[in-house]
């Protein structure tokens, strides 16, 4: 599991490039750092309260940038 | 439990600065789009693989530490370092190649690029001396506490490759 949001991620950075466009990069980042966040450093074993803050955090603060840029 | 409360903290900070970001290119595109132009997007690329790559490594290492293999984790762990390290010669060599106009003061661009990737790139600094330490210490000397030990310098380098993720689109991407 922790391979295959290794190699998803790394192909969403390189589509990020490859597309050009910020708004889609910047959702793009949102979607690699939920799946770092919940796999590679472990939230999803956390207490469901921790994983939604995660999860909110990301979601806020992905749609706030791709607002504001 | 501390090291949640110190990369919680830095990922608000982080957020607040990419929103600062954000808002920056919003107001002023030309001047933004005439320094990003500047800026190699394959660089930044390249440097988002390499930290995703130790990233990856220091996952495993913390599993390896969980099942008793250190030797694994040590392995591991040397690997992250490894590829910690190419991402920060890679940046040293990104920053000497931008030439003299590159620095603050001289648009808004260079000042965001420069404050976001110099702040970042302390932090991997900070991130490659636990790191070290901490692939040091295992099997060598015990911990007083192995798994907060190990999986807080596993979270504190994550959370250098989550900065990375918003950072690079913002400052590299058109």
């Known amino acids: 599991m922790r391979l295959l949001v290794f190699a998803v991620c790394l192909t969403l950075v390189a589509l990020s490039v490859h597309v050009g466009d910020l708004h889609l990069a910047l959702a793009l980042a949102g979607v690699k750092a939920t799946l770092v966040g919940l796999e590679l450093m472990e939230v999803r074993r956390a207490a469901w309260l921790h994983v939604a803050l995660f999860v909110g955090f990301v979601?806020?603060?992905t749609g706030a940038l791709t607002l504001v840029a | 439990m501390l090291?949640?409360?110190?990369?919680?903290?830095?990922l608000l900070a982080f957020g607040v600065f990419f929103g600062f970001v954000a808002?920056?290119?919003?107001?002023?595109?030309?001047?933004?789009?005439?320094?990003?132009?500047l800026?190699?997007?394959?660089?930044?690329?390249v440097l988002a693989a390499v930290l995703l790559t130790s990233g990856w490594f220091v996952a495993e290492a913390v599993h390896a530490c969980r099942r008793d293999q250190l030797r694994l984790a040590r392995v591991h762990y040397t690997l992250a370092l490894i590829a910690g390290g190419i991402f920060v010669g890679l940046k040293l060599h990104g920053y000497a190649a931008?030439?003299?106009?590159a620095r603050l003061g001289v648009s808004t661009y260079w000042d965001v690029f420069l404050l976001g990737t110099g702040f970042h790139f302390i932090h991997v600094l900070l991130g490659l001396a636990m790191l070290g330490r901490t692939a040091w210490r295992i099997g060598r000397r015990p911990f007083e506490d192995a798994e907060g030990a190990i999986a807080g310098?596993?979270?504190?380098?994550?959370?250098?490759?989550?900065?990375w993720f918003f950072l690079f689109p913002l400052l590299y991407v058109a």
């Open chain 1, 59 to 61: 979601l806020v603060l």
């Open chain 2, 3 to 10: 090291f949640w409360v110190v990369v919680a903290t830095e």
């Open chain 2, 23 to 37: 808002h920056v290119r919003a107001s002023e595109p030309e001047v933004f789009e005439a320094g990003r132009a």
């Open chain 2, 39 to 45: 800026v190699n997007a394959h660089e930044g690329l």
């Open chain 2, 98 to 101: 931008l030439g003299p106009n």
């Open chain 2, 153 to 163: 310098t596993a979270l504190f380098w994550h959370m250098c490759d989550l900065a």
